[in-house]
């Protein structure tokens, strides 16, 4: 069974910054795509940016050049390190995997539970 475990949300002052964990756990050989998304108090969940395992990156507009995304293979672990938070960035930030390589098949579109990210004075 595979797991993805976010960690690093919280309450954060306009300008600041916050660091996004997600790791996943299970009988796991690879992890093709991995991502943060997020969701507003009523409004859909968005992309916020995706990172394939060869390192290429993909960013919402509203987040580049404040927003990057990194991961680490060997931990199967995605990060998110957020600069320059503004108040419309607050929301629910999910991790998802996608194309998980496991030792008895593929799985696809996981997420993780969600963390909270809350960006006010």
């Known amino acids: 069974q595979v797991q993805l475990v976010e960690s690093g949300g919280g309450l954060v002052q306009p300008g600041g910054s916050l660091r996004l964990s997600c790791a996943a756990s299970?009988?796991?050989?690879?992890?093709?795509?991995m991502g943060w998304y997020r969701q507003a108090p009523g409004k859909q969940r968005e992309l916020v940016a995706t990172?394939?395992?060869?390192?290429?990156?993909n960013y919402a507009d509203s987040v580049k050049g404040r927003f990057t995304i990194s991961r680490d293979n060997a931990k199967n672990t995605v990060y998110l390190q957020m600069n320059s938070l503004k108040p419309e960035d607050t929301a629910v930030y999910y991790c998802?995997?996608?194309?998980?390589?496991?030792?008895?098949?593929?799985?696809?579109?996981?997420w993780g539970q969600g963390t909270q990210v809350t960006v006010s004075s």
């Open positions: 998802n995997a996608d194309r998980i390589f496991t030792s008895g098949n593929v799985l696809y579109n996981y």
């Open positions: 299970g009988r796991i050989f690879s992890i093709n795509v």
């Open positions: 990172i394939t395992r060869d390192g290429s990156t």
